[in-house]
């Protein structure tokens, strides 16, 4: 429910308090609909972050237990497939790197800016659009990596071009890792099914 100041008075956004004889009927509704459901997804959530570890402890048992089997050492990170038995069900562990560029790219960046610069009078619209688009940043001031990193497989021919993209290559740097988990499901046809974990994809 809404908060409530010590007489009851129900407090809005800006802290004010609003007596609830004076609360229209339909904001009480929208208040409780908000609040169940945000209960549920809180619950959700943490059943999420439980299973979560549950899957990290049980995975890195069993790889421990396969290591130990063949006598290895078990090495952190790596991607791993594990299908049941059937050959009916399989869970994917996934280890992304997380990239980010240096200041070489801001060099990069200019070489770049000097190529479309000299070839401005016949320069190709689309590819003016291609590395503007690669440089634009999201609403949190971050870079698309895989569009720069796509700037490189461009094939253009031309001295400072290749120069630029050798510097981006330069100004690539690692800070860390992310972990991706995926249960995947064989129907009838064959076709690998995803359990979707995700409601924004549900």
Not at 66 to 91: M, P
Not at 194 to 200: H, P, T
Request: with cysteine; glycine share 8%; hydrophobic share 40%.
């Amino acid at each position: 429910m809404a908060k409530k100041n010590d007489s009851g008075h129900w407090l809005n956004g800006t802290g004010e308090a609003v007596p609830q004889k004076y609360v229209p009927m339909i904001d009480r509704k929208r208040d409780g609909m908000v609040e169940r459901l945000m209960k549920q997804a809180e619950a959700l959530s943490e059943k999420l972050s439980a299973f979560r570890e549950t899957i990290d402890t049980e995975v890195g048992k069993f790889l421990g237990e396969a290591a130990k089997q063949h006598n290895l050492v078990l090495n952190e990170g790596g991607n791993y497939w594990f299908t049941g038995f059937s050959g009916d069900i399989r869970l994917e562990i996934k280890v992304g790197k997380l990239i980010d560029f240096d200041e070489r790219l801001k060099f990069a960046k200019q070489k770049i800016d000097d190529c479309i610069e000299r070839w401005s009078e016949g320069a190709n619209d689309k590819l003016k659009l291609v590395v503007f688009d690669a440089f634009k940043t999201d609403a949190k001031g971050r870079l698309d990596t895989k569009r720069i990193l796509g700037l490189r497989k461009l094939e253009i021919k031309d001295a400072v071009w290749e120069e630029a993209m050798e510097l981006i290559g330069k100004a690539i740097t690692i800070t860390g890792t992310k972990t991706y988990v995926n249960f995947h499901r064989r129907d009838e046809h064959g076709e690998w099914k995803g359990v979707c974990l995700d409601m924004a994809r549900a």
